[in-house]
């Protein structure tokens, strides 16, 4: 159902160039999906290059009672930038500019639609790189890396993308354009940069931010750890942050994952181990011998069956290239993934893991694990056929056995990718009816017309003070 | 086959569709995405597209074709992807599909380019005669310009004088192509071919001048043509125990021969077994003349890179020759040249090759080598329009 007014496109082609507003049926249906796999449907797209430009958009779309979708990459996993019921989509992805960069805090400004890696390798001639590295660090955005509050390998020890926002500038629904926030380390006043972060664009359009660098550690050690057990594996991460370590990542890949991950890079993964974990420790080279050697020492406990160590950076990044290249590698195993991002306590994650095999068995499906170990941030992949309507369905209630089991163990939903659509009915499972009605009322203040990115996030049609707990609705088609 | 495809020629399959998970990886690797930002201008979009219309939910409209015309087929998103869609031959297929609707003016011209005149290698000869003394002439200034400046660079005393067919009396026989291209505006290329896989050991044996290999044409939405031109050269080559290219983009395309006719049982077999013994000339243990080729700045071409990983190799010839490799700092993106991409993206075409031509003068190198003719006709235009005085070559040139 397209609800956007039949004279939009002529509107929004006065405010920008017409290659940059997109109204053939075929190419938005291009913008109704993102990396997940919910689809909706963009009654409009538009492609603004300057903060006035999504400014107007923004006040066009609210004369014209449309819905605002911002979108990054687009490599979102739960949704957040699928457009419902015709909404107009935002896409960021022409806002590339790192605007100024200040080696002495160290901080740079830049637009959304820098990508991450790009951000990085634009600061390495001064030994500074950003720390959060989601996986698809490549391809995603700053600016989705905002909404999300992203995660990566590295955030065990850096912390997540809310820690390396120091400011942002904000476009709200009547266009208006909100300072918050700066390199100055403590402003005034409510922290609203911190309910922005991780909004999932249901509060208005970032269009700048100031982002923490972060010095290039002087050493580096990386090794991947091979265990005949996912039992084993889970054991030795516990107990390396239980001797008193914190890597810099420690990430988790099971026996199927590390298959198709090793068909792509053929980094000579060991394909016979039942998982594998790669540990990197960074900092002083004291410090990294120290940390190195309890890794090897616990890891021989552990019952590791090798540890290969990363011999140089190219070694370092072929091991990194396979770890991240997992969730795209998964077409090799079938068509579509199912992804869960829930974060359980650490010394529960053996018993969860042993679950979600369980669960697997249980609904006949097969479940690839690679996961951010280190902070119990687990990511089941139920892979799956859509073309397959009987698998689909037990696709849904695997995910919802998932969940249940996580949030037993005291878990929460999402560790970085978001609640978008795919979790927004999971959200009473953690949070109860006045912990819910906080949230909405928090977001209503800053789009009290409900403009940005509708139905996401917050069960139903929840306003400030109304009720939330029903299940909300979606357009038919929209959810697995 | 199904839903809204037109069952009268190829259409991208549906397993292929189905081995992309949409994670968007390949989004940075593709240059028209990172020049525009657009979802329609990336490999990810484009599968969107073809499965929109595989799923009869979007028909092969303009739309349809202006994502798939503006895909230089760099083919650099097969790199980037982990699940190892096969993209190259999804958008040879959608733009097959695309090619019947198109406006009656430019498909005329491309169909007497690529159907009628390209499979007919004496027609292609005469043709390079005729351009040779309009260039002599200086008639051909008289021509309307109407696409950038890439062309093809014929001289009428390279055409008059005679190519060696045959050097070489010891070792495996190579069949060494001579091309369309290559063998009417980069002779002095296939003399050095000649030369040097005759040098490492080869009895080396070139066949007939103007002969295209067909990529062109199976590049821009006919697959018959280029299925045609395929058994031509088969019959040619076939029997040889390798066959050596000294094109990117044709020897990326010969070893997809086995594909390209796997459904025409009288020759599936032998179009196989050439596929197999396929080899750009790079990927030959070549016995470089040591030499001082000095600084060299490195151009690879798409498809060297992606879908035949060829990286190292010329590097390696290089430096065996005395060169000392500059590497460019743009990452190996495409430059723009793309088969007739200059012709159907003239703007974006423009764009690539400027940064390439930049990317290429930034290393300060007098010499840049090249690997592909389409890359070289390109990439001397770009030289010349940002006024850089630099010489072009292929590896194989600067090592023989």
């Not at chain 2, 179009?271 to 080899?279: I, K, L, M, Y």
């Not at chain 2, 190799?313 to 793309?338: N, S």
Request: proline letters at 6%; one cysteine or more.
């Amino acid at each position: 159902m397209l609800l956007r007014p039949p004279s939009a496109a002529d509107r929004f082609r006065a405010l920008l160039d017409d290659e940059w507003v997109i109204d053939a049926p075929l190419e938005r249906l291009l913008y109704g999906r993102d990396g997940s796999i919910a689809e909706g449907e963009a009654g409009l797209v538009v492609l603004p290059e300057t903060r006035q430009e999504v400014s107007a958009c923004v006040r066009l779309a609210a004369e014209l009672g449309m819905a605002v979708v911002p979108r990054g990459s687009g490599t979102g996993l739960a949704g957040g930038a699928v457009p419902l019921e015709g909404a107009l989509v935002l896409a960021l992805s022409r806002m590339t500019r790192i605007v100024e960069i200040d080696e002495d805090v160290p901080c740079a400004w830049v637009e959304p639609g820098v990508l991450n890696l790009d951000l990085s390798e634009a600061v390495r001639h001064l030994g500074l790189h950003y720390a959060p590295d989601p996986s698809s660090q490549a391809a995603c955005s700053i600016g989705g890396n905002v909404s999300t509050n992203a995660g990566g390998p590295h955030c065990l020890k850096y912390g997540v993308t809310s820690e390396h926002v120091l400011g942002l500038e904000v476009v709200l629904a009547a266009g208006e354009v909100l300072a918050l926030g700066g390199p100055a380390p403590d402003a005034p006043g409510y922290d609203l940069r911190g309910l922005v972060v991780g909004s999932e664009g249901t509060v208005g359009v970032v269009t700048e931010i100031c982002v923490r660098l972060t010095p290039n550690p002087p050493a580096v050690y990386t090794a991947l750890c091979d265990f005949a057990s996912v039992r084993a594996a889970g054991e030795f991460v516990s107990a390396v942050i239980a001797e008193g370590v914190v890597p810099a990542a420690m990430e988790m890949m099971d026996e199927v994952m590390i298959a198709a991950v090793e068909q792509f890079v053929g980094a000579g993964l060991p394909l016979d181990a039942a998982a594998v974990v790669l540990v990197e420790a960074d900092g002083s080279p004291a410090d990294v011998a120290r940390q190195a050697a309890v890794v090897q020492r616990v890891g021989r406990a552990h019952g590791a069956r090798m540890i290969r160590v990363a011999a140089d950076e190219e070694e370092r990044a072929l091991l990194w290239k396979a770890r991240k290249s997992a969730f795209g590698a998964v077409a090799r195993v079938a068509p579509n993934y199912y992804l869960h991002d829930c974060v359980v306590p650490r010394t529960r994650l053996v018993e969860v893991l042993e679950e979600i095999g369980r669960i697997a068995e249980r609904h006949d499906l097969v479940i690839m694990n690679v996961f951010h170990a280190g902070d119990g941030n687990l990511h089941p992949l139920i892979a799956f056929d859509r073309r397959n309507a009987d698998q689909v369905a037990r696709v849904a209630a695997a995910g919802r056995d998932i969940i249940e089991a996580c949030v037993a163990v005291g878990g929460v939903l999402s560790g970085e990718h978001g609640i978008g659509l795919e979790k927004r009915d999971y959200m009473p499972l953690t949070f109860n009816e006045d912990d819910l009605r906080a949230q909405a009322c928090a977001r209503d203040a800053l789009d009290p017309a409900g403009r940005f990115n509708p139905h996401k996030v917050l069960p139903g049609a929840a306003r400030c003070g109304e009720a939330v707990l029903e299940a909300g609705h979606l357009p038919e088609g929209t959810w697995l | 086959m199904s839903a809204g495809w037109n069952s009268s020629t190829r259409a991208p399959d549906a397993e292929d569709i189905a081995s992309c998970v949409a994670c968007g990886l390949c989004l940075p690797a593709c240059p028209t995405f990172r020049l525009t930002g657009r979802e329609t201008a990336s490999p990810r979009g484009r599968i969107a597209a073809m499965r929109a219309v595989d799923e009869g939910r979007g028909e092969v409209d303009g739309s349809f074709r202006t994502m798939m015309d503006e895909c230089l087929a760099c083919r650099a998103c097969e790199t980037a992807c982990p699940s190892g869609v096969p993209f190259g031959r999804m958008v040879e297929a959608a733009r097959a599909q695309a090619e019947p609707g198109r406006a009656p003016r430019g498909r005329l011209g491309r169909r007497a380019g690529l159907v009628w005149l390209l499979p007919r290698r004496r027609a292609v000869m005469t043709a390079a005669w005729v351009a040779g003394l309009g260039a002599a002439t200086r008639l051909d200034r008289a021509l309307p310009r109407r696409h950038g400046t890439a062309r093809p660079p014929v001289r009428l005393r390279e055409l008059a004088r005679p190519l060696p067919r045959a050097q070489g009396d010891q070792g495996p026989a190579a069949a060494v192509l001579a091309g369309c291209v290559v063998s009417v505006a980069y002779r002095p290329l296939l003399r050095a071919t000649m030369r040097l896989v005759a040098a490492s050991g080869h009895r080396a044996r070139m066949t007939a001048p103007g002969g295209c290999c067909g990529a062109l044409a199976m590049h821009h939405g006919h697959p018959e043509a280029a299925q045609t031109m395929a058994r031509q050269r088969i019959a040619e080559v076939d029997g040889a125990d390798v066959v050596v290219v000294n094109a990117a983009g044709c020897s990326a395309h010969m070893k997809t021969y086995g594909e390209l006719l796997a459904d025409d049982p009288r020759w599936a077999e032998r179009a196989a077994r050439v596929a197999a013994r396929t080899r750009d000339v790079l990927e030959l243990d070549l016995a470089a003349r040591e030499g001082s080729v000095g600084a060299v700045a490195m151009h690879d071409a798409c498809h060297h890179l992606n879908g035949q990983g060829i990286r190292e190799q010329p590097r390696a010839l290089l430096r065996a020759a005395g060169g000392e490799v500059r590497e460019l700092a743009d990452g190996g993106r495409c430059c723009g040249a793309a088969g007739l991409y200059g012709v159907t993206q003239p703007e974006l075409s423009a764009r690539l090759r400027r940064l390439k031509a930049e990317a290429i003068a930034a290393t300060g190198a007098p010499v840049v080598a090249v690997a592909n003719p389409g890359c070289a006709m390109q990439i001397t235009a770009g030289l010349a329009e940002i006024g850089a005085a630099v010489r072009l070559a292929h590896p194989v040139e600067l090592a023989g």
